[in-house]
């Protein structure tokens, strides 16, 4: 076995980006591709991906640039999916034709049932040899202001990470653990899709901020969006999150937990952790109401976990009133255009067989 | 018949001061009673109650003020309960014990299902010969800065009125037709109950700004709380509330028309409708959570709306989600709190059912 993967790395926003450059400067062959040709075309001119910051630096080649789909994935070993969730399934859709066997797929990250939802559209539609994966959160702290230059100031020391189905987790761990070692395996895709933080931070509290996202005015979303009303709801709407977890008998981290280990600060209560966190500082909220924290976090986060809790018979309230606020403030029928169980090829199995299915 | 009865105003808050001073001016016997033995005194030693404004003009003398309920109530023709809705049940308690045959009961406004409420109490403890109506709104614009001094600065011209059962509303009509002319007789109290402007206009948008609520962020409630986005789901709110009305098989005012009626503007949408409102200019958002606009206007507006609607299979769906959000920012359970089908005794009933319990 060679330490010299090839990557194919879809989608060059901020995450690709730093996957692309990454992987580059660890030694891999990458083949990036966009859904934006011009893109494409503004990176090629650069001829490399200018990688600066405490997590990452260096000028990193890459093999192959193209906004052909197949191009990039003919030949790869590793395809990182790196785009918003709300495009997983038409990616996949557009993939299935060029997966072969052997051929491993991420979702960087997957949201809610990422993983299950890609894999039951290969089924449908071909290229369903292929094995998929997903990791819980992003590995990079970064951003991308200009095509081919790309800020990490952190790479995450690791990373949850689990294939549909788990058996194959293992295999795929090898594939990667030169490269990215920082994947760590859990016990299934049930463990990664119930550690959606973004469905807890987001929707919610942009609901409670929903006249002056759409008013436009600017505030400072985590310190000002964020009061300590707010912040105990979403220890409410989080608590239901860890009901559905107890209830698939998986383990997840709290919210509380989470802010912990990412940042390193133990708080009394969920404002706390926010106010403290000096990474926050100066991160706006949303200026209008077609936003990700809606429109990726409702319909990829918020929907499938109310529809894992309808699985296993636990009420989640709160998550199904910001359902409901969020698509009726902004027209989109969440509960159909979301992840459903049907969507994830989980409807009517109960419990035993949900984790029979992903195991 | 004389024109002259004897009002009991139980109240002393801005339309408690406003009908005091109303109807003395108009030459009726006045008692008029407040929780707050203070409030009484200080009106007690100023002497009479000064009406100001565009609406009333004059100083009125007040046959009795008394922090004394009985005393207040005894003798009373008409007993004008002029206290936020959420009282309504314990005031009922406490006047149970005083009220005899032949007198009247009307709650200014009863918000939704007052009078059903209230006469559910007396029937439990006593005073159930008594007659309860209810009105769909307040009757003034007014506003009492100080004890013993209101301004007024409007008198509605009409004012939907009705009793329960709506047998009794013709008779209690005659009793104040000198006095309050204004209040004009509707089918039954599904109409007035069914018309609650503010259970549409205050905690949704209360919620769509809970954040600066929270904070205590000065913002204008009507003029920046309510945007494009609010202003539409308000829309969607309000059809739910028409939905439930046409089950019923009873006529109401759409907001729309409410604006127009109540603000002489014809108006493209709500948001131009508000926006186009000079009376909203210089009114604030509410400061904390602890406001009116949830405690009153979901426990007495949304909560018995949504039981009405389960009542005759009229799904509301952001009534419900507006209930669970504001039960949980605030820590009430409003679902028990408020006014159910079974405090309002119509558990069980079906749209016929109940329109032949109100009749």
Redesign the interface.
């Known amino acids: 076995m060679t330490d010299q993967k090839t990557y194919a790395v879809l989608g060059l926003g901020n995450g690709g980006h730093a996957f692309a450059a990454y992987l580059s400067l660890k030694g891999q062959s990458v083949q990036a591709w966009d859904v934006d040709p011009q893109r494409i075309e503004q990176i090629k001119t650069r001829g490399s991906i200018t990688a600066h910051g405490d997590g990452l630096c260096g000028t990193a080649v890459i093999d192959l640039l193209t906004p052909d789909l197949g191009a990039a994935i003919r030949g790869a070993d590793v395809i990182l999916v790196v785009i918003p969730a709300m495009y997983h399934a038409s990616l996949a859709e557009k993939m299935s034709a060029h997966l072969t066997k052997g051929q491993l797929v991420i979702l960087n990250p997957g949201a809610t049932g990422g993983a299950l939802e890609f894999r039951s559209i290969l089924r449908r539609h071909g290229g369903a040899e292929a094995t998929v994966g997903e990791t819980s959160n992003m590995l990079f702290t970064c951003r991308s202001d200009a095509p081919g230059d790309v800020t990490v100031n952190a790479i995450k020391e690791t990373m949850d990470f689990a294939c549909v189905p788990a058996s194959m987790t293992s295999w795929a761990q090898e594939q990667i653990s030169f490269a990215l070692p920082q994947f760590s395996a859990v016990d299934n895709v049930l463990c990664t899709s119930l550690t959606n933080i973004n469905a807890m931070m987001h929707p919610l ?1 942009t ?6 996202c ?2 436009g ?1 600017p505030f400072q979303y985590y310190l ?7 912040a105990t ?1 979403v220890e ?1 709407l989080d608590n239901e999150r860890l009901e559905i977890a107890k209830a698939f008998g998986v383990t997840v981290q709290s919210l509380a937990q989470w802010y912990k280990d990412s940042y390193g600060r133990d708080s009394e209560n969920l404002y706390e952790a926010v106010h403290g966190n000096n990474a926050y500082r100066g991160i706006s909220g949303p200026t209008n ?1 077609q936003t990700r924290y809606l429109t990726e976090d409702v319909a990829t986060g918020l929907v499938p976990l109310s529809e894992f809790g309808r699985a296993v018979n636990v009420q989640t ?2 998550m ?3 359902i ?2 969020a698509s ?3 027209r989109v029928d969440f509960r159909k255009e979301g992840r459903t169980l049907e969507k994830l090829e989980l409807a009517g199995l109960d419990v035993a067989e949900i984790t029979s299915y992903v195991a």
Do not use: H
Not at 207 to 212: E, G, P, Q, S
């Open positions: 509290p609901v409670l901020n929903a006249a002056r759409d008013a005015s000002e969006g964020i009061t300590p009303a707010v709801l409410q109401l309230p709160l199904d009133a910001v409901e606020l009726s403030l902004i």
